[in-house]
């Protein structure tokens, strides 16, 4: 165990390692984060935060002269990043990066271990391109195999037609077949180093444009009658990963199946309702984890919740928020700039306690 006092580095600087910041220090922990230049907005949850590329190696030993575990609140980390490290100091092995920065490597991961995704075909060239509009057909997706988020690196491909006018962008690329769902949801679960995993209950998600708005429970009988299936392939995912901390998978739910999307191996936007609505948040059961502490329950506390992304100048009407009706839990991370399309904040509604 890792005893509170110490000091945990977080590689990332974003929304999610501020808010893993803020229950590292409720557990009495001091935070020290790392990277490069840009709105880091964890730092004001940090005791120290290191600004620098994620190529520099005595920047990086500096942060890891400092640190007592280190884990990571963006997937992106570069892996020659991660591998300057210290590898004891990991909270959890780098392969869980490896696998989930590239959707080529994911897909065929989650397939190894009895999966569906949608179906896919790599692009490598104009032909490949060609090729895979034919084969897995349209309506579809392209997108770039590694670095997309939120829906950017990502191009539709609505028919036959469209289909024409589709170029190769010049990068590794998937093109996968539209999933006709009812539904999407996550599984979101922790994995102790011992082993254990709990699961928090999935939210039904939207998204608008590839981004999620809004995560919604009770997801609906379609959700909860696949979510047996899409917690075996998540609990897969991490034993076979020895993962340690929070995960979380996304799923379709079809009329045929649970069908997998990606994996994010963090703590995620549609798990931020745990704050107020779960025995224990994401968060602080990520910290536990990874310090080696008693895991949290993960039971949810109230028969309705709602989360939703408060994107672009939207944050500026805090004011008008808090005033709605259903006492509203407003979380703003602290931005410079609102700019359109930006997550900003979220805003938790919590229904009936549950008894
Ligand atoms: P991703 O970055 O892969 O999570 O994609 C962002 C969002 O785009 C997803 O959450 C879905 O709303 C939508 N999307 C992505 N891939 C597909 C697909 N193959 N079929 C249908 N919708 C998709």
Redesign the pocket.
């Known amino acids: 165990m890792l005893a509170p006092g110490s000091t945990i580095g977080i590689l990332g600087g974003g929304q999610l390692g501020r808010m893993m910041a803020m229950s590292a220090l409720q557990l009495g922990y001091k935070v020290i984060g790392f990277a490069p230049e840009g709105d880091n907005v964890a730092a004001a949850a940090c005791s120290d935060f290191i600004t620098a590329d994620w190529d520099d190696t005595a920047a990086l030993s500096d942060f890891a002269a400092c640190c007592d575990v280190v884990t990571w609140e963006f997937e992106n980390v570069p892996l020659g990043t991660v591998a300057a490290l210290p590898q004891t100091l990991l909270a959890c092995p780098s392969r869980a990066l490896e696998v989930a920065q590239d959707?080529l490597n994911e897909k065929a991961f989650a397939t190894s271990l009895g999966g569906t995704p949608?179906p896919y075909a790599r692009i490598e060239t104009e032909d490949d391109l060609s090729a895979a509009l034919v084969r897995v057909g349209t309506p579809?997706?392209l997108?770039t195999a590694r670095d997309?988020?939120?829906?950017k690196g990502?191009w539709r491909v609505r028919s036959a037609l469209e289909a024409s006018g589709v170029r190769f962008p010049g990068v590794t690329c998937i093109y996968?077949?539209?999933?006709?769902?009812e539904t999407?949801f996550s599984v979101i679960l922790v994995r102790g180093a011992d082993g254990s995993v709990k699961f928090w209950d999935s939210t039904a998600?939207l998204?608008d444009g590839?981004?999620?708005t809004q995560s919604i429970l009770p997801a609906g009988a379609m959700v909860e009658a696949q979510v047996p299936q899409a917690r075996d392939l998540a609990a897969k995912v991490a034993e076979s990963l020895g993962y340690v901390g929070v995960l979380t998978l996304?799923f379709?739910a079809t009329r045929e199946g649970p069908v997998f999307?990606?994996m994010a191996p963090r703590v995620h936007n549609s798990g931020h309702w745990t704050i107020e609505g779960a025995a224990t948040s994401q968060f602080e059961n990520h910290i536990r984890a990874i310090c080696g502490l008693p895991l949290g329950g993960t039971a949810t506390r109230f028969g309705s919740i709602e989360m939703r992304n408060i994107v672009g100048e939207d944050a500026l009407r805090a004011h008008a928020i808090l005033a709605e009706p259903g006492e509203p839990h407003l979380h703003l991370y602290g931005k410079r700039e609102a700019r359109e399309g930006r997550k900003m904040g979220h805003v938790t509604r919590v229904g009936h306690a549950i008894r």
């Open positions: 959707r949608a579809g997706i997108k997309g988020y939120d829906g990502q996968e077949g539209f999933v006709t769902y999407e998600n998204h590839g981004m999620l996304e379709f999307n990606e």
